[in-house]
């Protein structure tokens, strides 16, 4: 089939085809400078961004160029700020990552109150700066290094009633001061405070900030390593109880020529107390008194404690049985002279058969009652013999 172009040019479809590119080329022509705007503007907007100048302020610590093995300084801050101002991006960058330092160059002066001009370095040449303050006054001293131990200050009222503390440790226990040597001679204690909350009934245990003072209680410009201490303080109840057994003891001046000997049904007590103070209690040692006792009898005594911190003892009184004897020598002479007795008596009454017998046999005409009578007689005469005799040895 062969393509007939003049047919083609006179059909709709070819007027078509023209009033669509027409139609484009139109719209494009009209839109062109706005196009062209909207890429200047962005290419501006771009290059004035980085063109664009900036200002930050930052908090920065001061550095100290000095000598610090033989010097010491105060009076200088911790921080000081700086102001920076240039190039957007170049200010950011350095707000980030503060690759700059600001110190003050002690390193040719000596012992003494100085004025020194603070100076930065890191920072780009592009940028301004303004340092505040821009000048600091300045202490220098010769340096001293000393150990101390690790004293404790807490309000013991705080600890509740019927409560006690027990031994209060440290960690670390000495710690190292340095500063001017003057303070640091200067030194009375350092000093851990622990603030104790009302009413506290359990042990405590915290890390508590470290203070060298004075003897006025003045707190010293010295560098305490380390810092803080962890102290620790004991609190438990105090109404622990213990028993422990009795031991008597005669109180006074007893009556002479007597011995006492104690009992008593009771043979333990029970303390309530602190520990501590029951730990020092094994036994108790009870009083008798004994002047002017001369016969057995029972005595009531109350119970005292026998250190401080014991609260309570239970009973507080017992009942003590008070045994009175002679002594040992008065004892032994009445022993004997009764066995002398005894032995006396039982030789008369032998020497008494002896005699009645002999009465028998050289009297057989005498009647039973005449035998038994001088039987009688014989016996009491050599009883009363015995008697003479022995009172005459």
Do not use: W
């Amino acid at each position: 089939m062969k393509f007939n172009f003049n047919k083609f040019i006179e059909s709709r479809l070819f007027y078509q085809i023209v009033a669509l590119v027409l139609a484009l080329f139109l719209f494009g022509y009209a839109n062109s400078d706005k196009l062209s705007t909207t890429r200047n503007n962005s290419s501006n907007s771009d290059e004035s961004a980085i063109l664009s100048n900036n200002t930050e302020t930052m908090s920065v610590s001061l550095q100290l160029d000095v000598n610090n093995d033989k010097y010491f300084v105060t009076g200088y801050p911790s921080k000081v700020k700086v102001k920076i101002t240039g190039p957007s991006a170049l200010v950011t960058t350095t707000a980030n990552t503060r690759n700059f330092r600001i110190y003050a160059d002690l390193s040719n002066l000596k012992p003494g109150t100085h004025e020194v001009k603070l100076k930065q370095s890191g920072l780009n040449k592009e940028l301004d700066y303004t340092i505040n303050p821009k000048t600091i006054k300045v202490t220098i001293s010769s340096r001293k290094t000393a150990t101390f131990p690790v004293q404790f200050k807490y309000d013991k009222d705080k600890i509740a009633d019927n409560y006690g503390i027990g031994r209060v440790s440290a960690d670390p226990q000495v710690v190292s001061v340095t500063g001017a040597r003057k303070d640091v001679n200067d030194i009375a204690e350092v000093l851990a405070e622990v603030d104790l909350s009302n009413n506290t009934k359990a042990t405590v245990s915290r890390s508590v900030l470290l203070q060298a003072v004075n003897n006025r209680g003045k707190i010293l410009n010295v560098v305490i390593t380390p810092q803080t201490a962890r102290i620790r303080i004991p609190v438990y109840s105090a109404t622990t109880t213990k028993k422990v057994s009795l031991d008597f003891s005669a109180s006074g001046s007893g009556v002479s020529g007597k011995s006492y000997r104690f009992s008593s049904s009771t043979k333990e007590v029970t303390l309530s107390g602190t520990k501590s103070a029951l730990d020092k209690v094994s036994k108790i040692t009870v009083p008798v008194p004994v002047s002017g006792v001369s016969s057995s009898e029972t005595q009531t005594i109350s119970l005292q404690a026998p250190v401080s911190g014991i609260s309570a003892i239970q009973p507080q009184s017992i009942k003590v049985k008070v045994d009175v004897t002679s002594s040992q020598s008065s004892s032994s002479a009445t022993s004997s002279t009764g066995e002398s007795t005894s032995e006396t008596e039982e030789t008369s009454a032998s020497s008494a058969s002896s005699t009645t017998s002999s009465s028998v046999e050289s009297s057989s005409s005498e009647t039973s009652s005449t035998t038994t009578s001088s039987t009688s007689t014989s016996s009491s005469a050599t009883t009363s013999t015995s008697t003479s005799s022995s009172e005459s040895d």
